[in-house]
């Protein structure tokens, strides 16, 4: 009943795990180093929300499974085919009733759409007028 986040700088290991129980998760690569070419996200979960954010200039590969909820990957707006030699992200694991949501994205950190970027994404298109 808690809530992982990771945003802003942070070294992601070639192999990350989060575990949930009636929690949240948010993952945000787009300011992250990683240390691997390929880099595996495994989010297991019961009664839980997770979110992974990931760059267009990244790879992503989306392959998990849900019992009564969502395991999917989500294109914010036209994102481009990522460079066949980028680095690979690899999203997998299971949520039961719950789910897990991979956003990939041209977005910068903060000036995503609502979904992606939550609060911190609306409050700055309130500072730029964009959202009244």
């Known amino acids: ?3 992982v986040r990771k945003d802003d700088n942070w070294v992601v ?11 949240d998760a948010r993952l945000d ?3 992250a180093t990683l240390t691997s070419h390929e880099t595996t996200i495994v989010i297991q979960g019961i009664m839980c929300s997770a979110k992974v954010i990931v760059p267009d200039t990244l790879r992503v590969e989306c392959d998990g499974t849900a019992i009564m909820g969502e395991f999917r990957q989500k294109n ?3 994102a ?6 980028a680095p690979l992200v690899r999203v997998v694991g299971g949520v039961l009733m719950g789910e897990c949501i991979v956003y990939r994205t041209g977005a910068a950190v903060g000036e995503g759409s609502l979904a992606v970027d939550g609060i911190k994404g ?5 500072r730029s007028g964009r959202l009244s």
């Open 1 to 3: 009943m808690s809530t």
């Open 13 to 23: 290991a070639s192999r990350e795990v989060v575990n949930l129980c009636m929690g």
């Open 29 to 31: 690569l787009r300011a």
């Open 76 to 78: 914010a707006g036209a």
């Open 80 to 85: 481009p085919t990522a460079d066949p030699s």
């Open 122 to 126: 609306w409050k700055a298109r309130r």
